[in-house]
């Protein structure tokens, strides 16, 4: 199989695209004035979406993009959680750059997880990953300075006089908690825009372009000379900074931390994964979907317990078994409308059918 | 307790592990499919024999023996309805659909049991046991450890010796060959994760009597089983057993040291592991 | 008198890319069959439509006047046709004698077994016990022969059992070909090795680029007329 690189560079904007463009530029505009539109309790929930939003897309750009299937990925949600207090409990650093150090010390993290979770076979990295994050939490949970294993609080004088929150006071007379909710929910609204903005280029530049050979056939990208091991190296500290960006965050917001809870599969692994099979995996537009109907469906089933998870669940299984690329793959491939363009292979290239043979 | 004593009942867990595993490493080496629901697997399983123990107060050993056949069933059926769809040259698709199917069982098992914690009473074998002067060893870590023997030594007889086994180890080669042989591969697929489940009931009988589980425990019998298989080596079955061994022995030396080390140092024995020997400890010489 | 095997106007496809473009072929009862083509004319692809790895040509296949072009390859086996694919396929985990045993899988009974097929090749009842891929090349197409056999085949299928063997080695495996025909089966061997083929074969094909080119008893084809559908048409000049 060749991969025809010429042909695949054409139709990368389309007529949907431009008018996506406007259409970002006017949700981000509006995103940024709703702190003075909506209630405080609007803004947390826009808040939970966003930084659900930056997971969904960190783990997409990870699994559907780069092949690496984590299930371990609560390891830098937790771990970014925890460098934000320790920076600030410590250090008494101010939450908004200890959110930054956490993110950067996540991304260093993924250096040793990587030495050891690179050496298991393709779905044995699924499982190591998840020890790994194991092994983190456990470590935490030894530290008695940040609560052991029953964990800690931010002290309240560190959210409250947090940057912004005294210039938000004066300017719009805002209280603490109200200017604190505004300023992580203003964080998570430009990581959100950050992480796809920079996933969007990434998958339109030289080496997302290496990135899709890489998933569609390793062999071929790698006589073509695309060094897949970097590649997805380098995917794996771009979604370590990112997730832990965003675990820090959210913890800022939260405020209180266990290992248990900033470790969680079920949260930060879990509903994840279901956002983003469910939404469409592979494609951008697809954790943004799946982000919109999770909340929809958390909101409506919450009182359900268990079985929402129970249904989530069995939705991902149907999904992955009758409609692998999600609803918004489904809808895509139907309309053939792309909001970020970035599916630009297989134009020209060879189709592979599976003729019922590996045999040749 | 002497650190002999530590080891030894280190070893005995081991054998639990290797329990555990034992299935994950017959379903990987036949179709490289790794089941993230296995750990919820053994949980359920453990469950049913805790129905019929409790409820029609049956002998557990006499439990395991409704239930293994019951779990064989599932597994052949799971694999033919759900997972055989799945297989392919991508990885993606078995393991999200493993792992949707995880999350399905943990919540399917807190609506029928809730989040207590159980435990399968074994009577009076709970307490008994062998007084060895230094060492004490209890009768069921024993039994759990012996059965682990019994069922590798079983499983291997299968696939070495049998014309069923020939059909797996081909299969495994080879599935478009294999059908020229005359084997179904999806057939063949069906009747090795019916057979793990067998061996998951096994396992859930001693994880059961053990020490309490609850519709949560899943994930970390997954974990061990599969820290075991890694650290023994891939396809080697009694290299499953040494890696359940090191990995139960690295556990209580840790517990001994700080009750609150022992799943981490069990943890940090299969990272050095990984470090020192990625291909594991015993691996099979040709793969 | 309906045909042992049979194809009607078979097509191929792998993915948009056509092999094969209405092939109709012939086995009756007891013969031996050659199809020879250079490489890529589509023999492999026949080949893999017979015996049931390629599925989906469920209206030109036919066994015994039923069509079967829908069938697995196991029920193709069911139905007493076995291959000896293109590359031996031998499966490394796997003994020698495990090789052949799992030839019986499909459980047909008949005169081959193990002992008969080590009568046929004693080299392999020494070698028994050693991985099947241990052996020489040579060696190894005579555990792929005498694994297909072990299924005690109607037909059997060899789909270019002397490539990249000595031609002592080709000499060696061909010189079992009397005993299985005597054993009832029927053969088909594809080959790009045209005198090879000439000498076994009651009847020839000849195929390029997807179709058959030529048909015919081996002693009525004359050399021009094989050179041409072999090669193509430039050759008309010869003759
Ligand atoms: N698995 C496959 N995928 C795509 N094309 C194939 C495959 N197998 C064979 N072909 C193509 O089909 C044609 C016929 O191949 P084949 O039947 O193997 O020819 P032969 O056996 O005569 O050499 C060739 O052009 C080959 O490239
Ligand atoms: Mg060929």
């Not at chain 2, 919540?107 to 060895?132: P, Y």
């Not at chain 2, 002067?133 to 059965?147: C, D, E, K, R, Y």
């Not at chain 2, 019998?221 to 080596?233: K, M, N, Q, S, T």
Request: aromatic letters at 8%; one cysteine or more; hydrophobic letters at 55%.
């Amino acid at each position: 199989m060749t991969i025809a690189i010429p042909s695949l560079k054409v139709e990368t904007r389309t007529r949907a695209s431009s008018v996506s463009r406007l259409i970002a530029l006017a949700v981000l505009a509006l995103g940024l004035a709703a702190p003075f539109l909506v209630s405080r309790g609007a803004v947390q929930d826009l808040f939970f979406i966003l930084t659900m939003l930056v997971l969904a897309q960190s783990w997409n750009l990870l699994a559907g993009y780069a092949g690496l299937i984590s299930v371990g990925q609560q390891v830098f949600v937790g771990f970014g959680a925890y460098a934000m207090f320790g920076a600030v409990i410590l250090f008494g650093i101010d939450p908004i750059p200890a959110i930054l150090i956490a993110g950067v010390l996540s991304a260093l993290l993924a250096i040793p997880t990587a030495f050891f979770t690179f050496r298991l076979y393709g779905p044995y990295f699924a499982i190591g990953t998840w020890v790994v994050a194991e092994v983190v939490r456990l470590l935490l949970a030894q530290w008695k300075t940040l609560g052991g294993g029953t964990g800690t609080s931010l002290p309240r004088e560190a959210v409250r006089d947090m940057a912004g929150v005294g210039l938000l006071r004066d300017l719009f007379g805002m209280k603490p908690a109200q200017a604190s909710d505004a300023i992580t929910y203003w964080l998570a609204l430009i990581l959100a825009a950050a992480t796809i903005g920079f996933i969007y280029r990434l998958l339109r530049s030289k080496q997302g372009l290496g990135l899709a050979a890489v998933r569609d056939n390793e062999q071929a990208a790698r006589a073509v000379g695309v060094d897949a091991r970097r590649m997805k190296a380098m995917v794996y500290l771009a979604t370590a900074f990112m997730t832990g960006l965003a675990g820090a965050l959210i913890y800022v917001q939260k405020a209180r931390i266990s290992p248990d809870a900033a470790f969680s599969v079920t949260d930060w692994t879990a509903y994840v994964i279901f956002i983003v099979v469910i939404g469409g995996i592979g494609t951008i537009e697809g954790p943004i979907l799946g982000v919109i109907l999770f909340f929809l469906l958390q909101n409506l089933l919450a009182d359900y317990g268990s079985w929402y998870l129970l249904m989530l669940g069995l939705a991902g299984i149907l999904t992955m078994l009758f409609a692998p690329r999600g609803l918004w793959g489904a809808f895509s491939d139907r309309t053939g409308i792309q909001l970020f363009p970035v599916r630009r292979t297989l134009v020209g290239g060879p189709s592979v059918h599976q003729g019922g043979s590996s045999h040749g | 307790m002497t650190i002999l004593d530590t080891i030894v009942q280190g070893v005995l867990l081991g054998g639990l592990y290797a329990l555990f595993a034992a299935g994950l490493s017959l379903v990987f080496g036949i179709m490289r499919l790794v089941n993230l629901a296995h750990g919820d697997l053994i949980v359920l399983a453990a469950f049913l024999i805790l129905v019929l123990v409790n409820g029609l107060g049956l002998n557990p050993f006499l439990a395991v023996l409704i239930v293994m056949p019951l779990m064989f069933i599932a597994g052949y059926a799971l694999q033919a309805v759900l997972l055989n769809r799945t297989l392919g040259k991508d990885v993606l698709p078995p393991l999200l659909v493993t792992f949707g199917l995880s999350i399905v069982l943990q919540n399917a098992l807190l609506e029928g049991f809730s989040a207590d914690s159980r435990r399968i009473s074994a009577g009076a074998l709970e307490t008994a046991s062998i007084n060895l002067g230094a060492v004490t060893i209890g009768l069921m870590p024993l039994m759990a450890f012996l059965s682990a023997v019994a069922v590798i030594v079983g499983l291997n007889l299968l696939i070495y010796r049998t014309a069923l086994g020939r059909a797996f180890r081909a299969t495994s080669d080879d599935p478009v060959t294999a059908g020229l042989m005359g084997i179904r591969p999806r057939q063949v697929f069906a009747v090795a994760t019916g057979l793990a489940m067998a061996v998951v009931a096994i396992a859930a009988l001693y994880l059961g009597t053990r020490a309490n589980f609850d519709p949560t425990a899943g994930p970390a019998r997954l974990i061990y089983a599969f820290e075991a298989v890694i650290i023994g080596g891939l396809g080697s079955l009694w290299g499953t057993l040494a890696g359940g061994v090191i990995l139960g022995v690295a556990q209580t030396l840790g517990a001994a040291v700080n009750p609150e080390w022992q799943i981490l140092s069990g943890h940090l024995a299969f990272l050095a592991v990984l470090l020192i020997r990625p291909r594991g400890l015993f691996p099979r010489a040709v793969d | 008198m309906t045909a042992l095997l049979e194809t009607k106007g078979l097509k191929a496809f792998y993915g948009d890319f056509q092999a094969l473009f209405g092939v109709d072929i012939t086995v009756a009862e007891g013969e031996t069959i050659a199809i020879i083509g250079a490489n890529g004319a589509g023999k492999t692809t026949l080949m893999r439509a017979l015996s049931g790895v390629l599925t989906n040509a469920p209206d030109s296949v036919f066994c015994r006047g039923e069509a079967v072009g829908a069938l697995a390859a196991p029920d193709i086996l069911a139905r007493g046709i076995a291959m000896v694919s293109e590359g031996r396929r031998l499966f490394p985990s796997l003994t020698v004698e495990e090789n052949l045993m799992i030839g019986a899988y499909g459980k047909r009974r008949g005169a081959w077994t193990l002992a008969t097929v080590y009568d046929l090749f004693p080299i392999l009842k020494e070698r028994r016990a050693n991985p099947a891929t241990a052996l020489s090349g040579g060696q190894q197409q005579m555990v792929a022969i005498g694994r297909a056999l072990m299924a005690n085949p109607d037909v059997l299928l060899c789909d270019e059992i002397s490539l990249g063997l000595a031609p002592v080695v080709v000499r060696d495996i061909y010189a079992a070909f009397p005993r299985i025909r005597e054993s009832g089966a029927a053969i088909v061997i594809v080959e790009q090795d045209i005198g090879q083929a000439l000498k076994v074969a009651n009847r020839v094909y000849c195929m390029m680029e997807g179709r058959i080119t030529l048909s015919g008893r081996p002693e009525a084809l004359s050399r021009a007329a094989i050179h041409a559908a072999y090669f193509g048409a430039q050759s008309h000049d010869h003759s």
